[in-house]
Nanobody, 124 residues
Framework: VQLQASGGGSVQAGGSLRLSCAVS???????TAWFRQAPGKEREFVAA????????YYADSVKGRFTISRDNAKNTVDLQMNSLKPEDTAVYYC???????????????????WGHGTLVTVSS
């Protein structure tokens, strides 16, 4: 499975960006997620779709500001990021897995397939 993330860039605090991840396999059959990694920090969970059911999960730090969506016809998973803060600055990665269990939806180790990251920089 190949994943290709795009849409990163630089924005001022309070602005918005939309990231997109193109997946080489049917997104309707997979769990898909976004993670991020800030300089000097561990990779952290941002948002996810669990399997085909459409249930979504968010990190508390982004809830209400970020929205994950997917287009199963195009096999893409997007992350709409609003009200961006400087602490959102990170490299953002999309991830996917075909056999993820719910208890691991927020764990990076639970995902077998990863795309290259895209950098998001939020200035104050």
């Amino acid at each position: 499975v190949q994943l290709q993330a795009s849409g990163g860039g630089s924005v001022q605090a309070g602005g918005s960006l939309r990231l997109s991840c193109a997946v080489s396999r049917r997104t309707s059959s997979m769990s898909t997620a976004w993670f991020r990694q800030a300089p000097g920090k561990e990779r952290e969970f941002v948002a996810a779709f669990f399997r085909s059911g459409g249930n979504t999960y968010y990190a508390d730090s982004v809830k209400g500001r970020f929205t994950i969506s997917r287009d199963n016809a195009k096999n893409t998973v997007d992350l709409q990021m609003n009200s961006l803060k400087p602490e959102d600055t990170a490299v953002y990665y999309c991830a996917a897995d075909t056999s993820l269990i719910l208890s691991r939806v927020r764990e990076a180790d639970g995902y077998d397939f990863w795309g290259h990251g895209t950098l998001v920089t939020v200035s104050s």
